[in-house]
């Protein structure tokens, strides 16, 4: 491996090429260019902390958590199997999802409560307060969330979606975000267009509670165009 001398120049021949000659190794100008690339990856990390309340440090020391201004997204764990339950009990939400089997399953909702490898995604239940309302995640840039229907039309799927988002593309390396809903489902696709989605086109699915195949309208969110309606200020 490199000493710490020998990266140094390393990286003194890269500046060499992309800045001016005259000057361009001069300590004032590495000084400046130091301070802007770590001004710019602070101004990241206080971007991801004040939209989700995500940080290195904290997913390093505790379970991983999603903080919005009303609800918390708290990372799976064995202790919410029972609310899982009782939210696929519903047949309301258990009809908007693909492979959910309805009545609920429990040995389904323990595979499913498991955590996800961090570089995969995050899936978590939201509480409201204390109150458990509903699940949500982005696995592998796929976005969902089922919420309990006495807590639909508060503005929590939206809420929860949006942080879920912004997560998503500062934590990963995601170019695009995905979600698919249930063409009979208008409010999830309400839901998915104020988060900034566009739907691309339909696809035919097997729903495992219906047990029959369902039209889904699948819909895309790029990093370009989240980025231009989320700005990072540095």
Not at 15 to 31: A, E, F, N, V
Not at 41 to 49: M, P
Not at 65 to 78: A, H
């Amino acid at each position: 491996s490199l000493s710490a001398i020998g990266q140094e120049k390393s990286k003194q021949a890269v500046l060499m090429t992309i800045l001016p000659r005259k000057g361009c190794l001069k300590k004032p100008g590495l000084s400046r260019l130091k301070k802007t690339w770590r001004n710019q990856q602070r101004a990241v990390k206080n971007h991801l902390l004040r939209v989700t309340g995500w940080c290195e440090e904290k997913e390093h020391l505790m379970a991983r958590g999603i903080k919005t201004e009303r609800l918390r997204i708290i990372e799976n764990d064995p202790a919410h199997i029972d609310h899982v339950m009782m939210l696929m009990s519903f047949w309301e939400v258990a009809k908007n999802t693909g492979t959910w089997i309805f009545p609920p399953d429990r040995n389904q909702v323990i595979e499913r409560m498991q955590k996800l490898q961090s570089d995969k995604g995050f899936a978590g239940c939201i509480f409201a307060g204390n109150e458990f309302i509903g699940t949500a995640g982005l696995k592998e840039a796929t976005l969902c969330y089922l919420l309990r229907p006495d807590h639909w039309a508060k503005g929590y799927a939206s809420e929860a979606a949006k942080a879920l988002i912004a997560y998503g593309f500062q934590r990963y390396g995601w170019d695009v975000i995905y979600a698919g809903v249930w063409d009979d489902n208008p409010a999830s696709r309400s839901v998915l267009a104020k988060c900034g989605m566009k739907q691309l086109g339909t696809a035919r699915y097997w729903s495992r509670a219906r047990s029959a195949p369902v039209t889904s309208c699948e819909h895309v969110l790029t990093r370009r165009e989240w980025l231009l309606n989320n700005p990072i200020m540095i």
